[in-house]
């Protein structure tokens, strides 16, 4: 699978909720994922993150 999503980018889950930045992708071990994202969001000052597999995200408009 490609990678569809580079750092900095703003997306959002295709089933709602706040915008996030992509962080990038997950590594497992020595090897980078090619369809888990790491993003990125902030709740007022408190700053969240997660992994998210790529095809629940979409860009955010």
Not at 16 to 24: F, I, L, S
Not at 31 to 47: H, M
Request: contains cysteine; hydrophobic residues 30%; negative net charge.
């Amino acid at each position: 699978m490609d990678k569809q999503f580079n750092k900095g980018d703003i997306v959002v889950l295709k089933s709602g909720g706040p915008n996030m930045t992509v962080e990038g992708y997950a590594w497992h071990g020595n090897y980078e994922s090619n369809d888990i994202v790491l993003c990125y969001w902030f709740d007022g000052n408190q700053r969240n993150e997660g992994t998210f597999n790529q095809e629940t995200l979409k860009h955010s408009k």
